[in-house]
């Protein structure tokens, strides 16, 4: 028979267990917070893009970008937050540069920061966060604290959009790609929601 220190751990041990069973199964996120400032991918989208032609307009040494990346996706909650919400969406872009400048100082250091100015210039709120002795970098920035901007000098550099909350699906217009991007490195993964070109 173990000893009375030896059972009184396993009988602890045994409860912790099924207390954290108890919680992971009962655990349920609810429905997906919905924007208070935009409606659906229609109202939403235009406001994305816009961020990056806001962003790139008054650069004097802007190389272009290389692709863009549209994604959209459904929202999920409800337990372990993996229910998935039909008819809600959510939405990143992407802009990625070149691979021949993921580690020219002149578009990872000098572009953003001529980005961070203008985003600092326009009454943005802005995070700037540097990781990997100093090797990797993101500046962060937003309006309205839904939808957020951002260029990112990693392994890659590139500029995306993300919002925060979840919107209607719908179908919604995307325009041409600003930045020079060729129709051959446009590309998409919509989930949900309707392209129109």
């Known amino acids: 028979m173990p000893a009375p220190r030896v059972l009184l751990a396993v009988v602890l041990a045994a409860a912790l267990n099924a207390t954290s069973g108890c919680m992971l199964n009962d655990m349920d996120t609810g429905p997906p917070t919905m924007s208070e400032q935009y409606t659906d991918l229609a109202a939403l989208y235009p406001v994305m893009e816009g961020l990056v032609t806001e962003a790139i307009a008054p650069l004097e040494h802007f ?4 692709s863009r990346m549209i994604t959209t996706s459904t929202c999920t909650g409800g337990k372990h937050d993996l229910e998935a919400f039909p008819g809600t969406a959510t939405a990143k872009l992407d802009y990625e540069f070149a691979e021949a400048y993921w580690d020219d100082p002149a ?3 000098d572009l953003l920061e ?4 203008r985003w600092v210039a326009l009454g943005y709120d802005i995070d700037d ?4 002795t100093g090797k990797y970098r993101t500046v962060t920035a937003t309006a309205d604290g839904e939808v957020f901007i951002r260029f990112r000098s990693l392994g890659v550099v590139l500029m995306d959009v993300y919002h925060t909350a979840c919107v209607e699906s719908g179908t919604f217009n995307v325009p041409a790609p600003v930045g020079g991007v060729l129709p051959k490195q446009d590309r998409a993964d919509i989930e949900t929601g309707t392209a129109i070109r």
């Open 63 to 66: 190389p272009g970008f290389h």
């Open 107 to 109: 578009v990872r250091v």
């Open 114 to 117: 001529a980005v961070k100015a």
């Open 129 to 132: 966060d540097v990781s990997g």
